[in-house]
């Protein structure tokens, strides 16, 4: 799973980069159109931590989240505010996160302008994904039998030219293929931070910000990235006491990857045995054919069945023994749904 973060200058954007991956990348330290920071995290998981415990394996695997710094969008008027490569990298990701300021800007003291800063970026990637379609469309009218493409990209072009992000356009899953290779930017998920002091970390989202969200169907989180990325920097034992002083749950990493999951619609299923214990991501909705295919294509190919037993009925019973004797422990064949929790082994002939 590929995140891009991006947002105008000194929203605050990598130092939320910073307290999501432990790194201390500089802030607006971008000195070359396209250099991003790189960043990959293991996703906690207590279910993997509990049959670690369990099995004792000799590896123990975690899902991963790769998180993509890119350089900040210049405040100019006219032109593009993202440079090439930076837009070209950022077709690349699986979701973007927008950060935003929500503070007074520490170098004009300029007033936080969220609303404005969330109408600009939408503006840019509806942009972006507009010259695309422009430049496609100006050549298929030398190429004869793409007449299904040029009506695809004519109904994109008419919701971008409403102002409407190619994310909300209901497309067939054959005509989400067919522009797939675009990298549309608008089609992608698209989740807000904002960023705002540690005075206002218990606020609520300001109304303009809130309205925003909900007239464009965008989740959005609020923290504060000073605090969080000082919390990233405590030793593991220290954090409780100092998120408690705080008045907070949990970190922001946490809260994030929760809600990365729930906006790409990720979730995981479990292998576990002596030799490792593990997650698996994959999209909700996936058969266990499909997510056979995940581990290995020849056992996609080979698939026979899958054991399923869900990890809350193995933790119930203590063993797949019992979860056997109870009941707990199915077969179940190519066209099952895989849920959340499920530890899946597959057999296979090749």
């Excluded at 998920?189 to 965008?218: G, I, K, R, T, Y």
């Excluded at 949990?250 to 619609?265: C, G, K, P, S, V």
Aim: glycine content about 8%; charged content about 30%; overall charge negative.
């Amino acid at each position: 799973m590929k995140v891009g973060i991006a947002g105008f200058p000194r929203s605050g954007k990598t130092t939320i980069f910073n307290a999501l991956t432990g790194q201390d990348a500089d802030v607006g330290g971008f000195s070359e159109p396209g250099k991003v920071h790189l960043g990959t995290i293991k996703v906690p998981d207590a279910r993997i931590d509990r049959l670690s415990e369990i099995f004792s394996p000799k590896k123990t695997t975690y899902a991963e989240m790769v998180f993509v710094d890119f350089p900040a969008a210049a405040e100019s008027a006219g032109g593009s505010a993202l440079d090439t490569a930076t837009l070209t990298q950022m077709r690349e990701t699986d979701a973007l996160v927008q950060v935003v300021r929500g503070f007074t800007d520490v170098v004009s003291a300029a007033p936080a302008t969220p609303a404005r800063d969330l109408a600009n970026f939408k503006s840019e990637l509806l942009l972006s994904d507009l010259v695309l379609i422009e430049k496609r469309l100006e050549r298929l009218k030398k190429e004869k039998g793409k007449e299904q493409e040029r009506a695809l990209l004519e109904r994109c072009k008419a919701e971008l030219d409403l102002e409407r992000p190619l994310r909300h356009c209901a497309l067939t899953p054959e005509e989400t293929t067919a522009i797939a290779g675009f990298g549309f930017l608008s089609r992608r998920p698209l989740m807000v931070l904002l960023n705002v002091s540690e005075a206002d970390v218990h606020a609520p989202f300001p109304a303009a910000v809130a309205d925003w969200l909900a007239q464009e169907h965008v989740d959005g989180l609020l923290l504060s990235g000073k605090i969080e990325m000082e919390i990233a920097g405590l030793d593991p034992e220290d954090r409780p006491a100092f998120l408690q002083d705080l008045g907070l749950k949990e970190t922001a990493r946490d809260r994030f990857i929760r809600a990365a999951y729930a906006l790409l619609d990720q979730i995981s299923f479990l292998t576990a045995g002596e030799d490792e214990v593990r997650a698996w991501t994959i999209k909700r909705g996936t058969t266990a054919v499909k997510a056979a295919g995940k581990i290995h294509s020849d056992i996609e190919r080979g698939f026979i069945r899958a054991e399923v037993t869900h990890y809350d009925d193995f933790i119930h019973y203590g063993s797949e023994a019992k979860c056997r004797e109870h009941g707990k422990l199915r077969l179940e064949g190519k066209e099952y749904v895989v849920k959340d929790g499920d530890i899946v082994h597959f057999r296979f002939n090749v």
